[in-house]
């Protein structure tokens, strides 16, 4: 079983994964569909995208991320609700923008605008049989650190902050950048993320991680809600 980390960039995905735990020995790829990269990874895996799974009808946010956004706190900002149903199936922003707001009331950032081709991508591959599971980069770091984050990732002092969380686990970044292919166009956290979710999904294999979002009076995790976020 091999635990797979998968972040998205801005020509595609980006996927980290290992043998659970054995970060030393991780391997990287890049393609441009998710499809074509999950067909080049090991068979038998736990797959960790950071992409929203399951988009409300009528709601303007998800329970999940509710969660994610009390346990990461300071860094709450960078859980970005996603459209509902209806807007995600829109061809642009403006139309998508006004059926949001007349169906939960809310618009939408332009932000989570641009992640909603590799939304219904994701969504695409779900409904075709795929085992995908939702994680958040952000609730990982502050799971392992087992505190706030203090600096946001886009700056030099976050990537650091994170950069030295994950070369702690064992991962080495800069010899796992010669692994991918010159075609990527990607910012070097997006390779940090999914490296913490290669993380969790390490946990969750091990049967050590938790589930953001799951209904405490849920007594198997069959009964689950439909959207969690796993770290």
């Not at 403006?94 to 932000?111: D, F, H, P, R, V």
């Not at 070369?167 to 956290?189: C, M, R, V």
Request: charged share 30%.
């Amino acid at each position: 079983m091999y635990a797979v980390g998968i972040d998205g960039c801005s020509n595609g995905w980006l996927a980290s994964y290992s043998k659970p735990f054995d970060f030393e020995n991780c391997f990287c790829l890049y393609s441009k569909s998710l499809d074509e990269l999950i067909s080049r990874l090991p068979e038998t895996n736990l797959i960790i995208v950071d992409i929203p799974i399951g988009l409300e009808e009528k709601k303007h946010i998800r329970e999940c991320d509710k969660k994610a956004r009390e346990f990461i706190g300071p860094r709450r900002h960078s859980i970005f609700a996603p459209p509902c149903k209806k807007a995600s199936l829109q061809n642009d922003y403006a139309s998508a923008n006004k059926l949001n707001k007349e169906i939960t009331s809310y618009g939408l950032s332009k932000q989570t605008w641009m992640i909603n081709e590799k939304l219904k991508e994701t969504q695409k591959l779900i409904e075709k049989g795929y085992l995908l599971n939702e994680g958040h980069p952000e609730c990982s770091f502050r799971e392992l650190k087992g505190d706030f984050l203090k600096f946001g990732k886009s700056g030099l002092l976050g990537f650091f902050e994170r950069l030295n969380l994950v070369t702690k686990l064992g991962f080495d970044p800069i010899s796992l950048k010669n692994q991918l292919s010159h075609d990527i166009k990607a910012k070097p956290d997006d390779l940090l993320d999914s490296l913490i979710l290669c993380w969790s999904a390490s946990r969750h294999i091990e049967k050590k991680g938790i589930y953001l979002g799951l209904n405490k009076k849920s007594k198997k995790l069959s009964d689950k809600n439909k959207s969690l976020i796993l770290v």
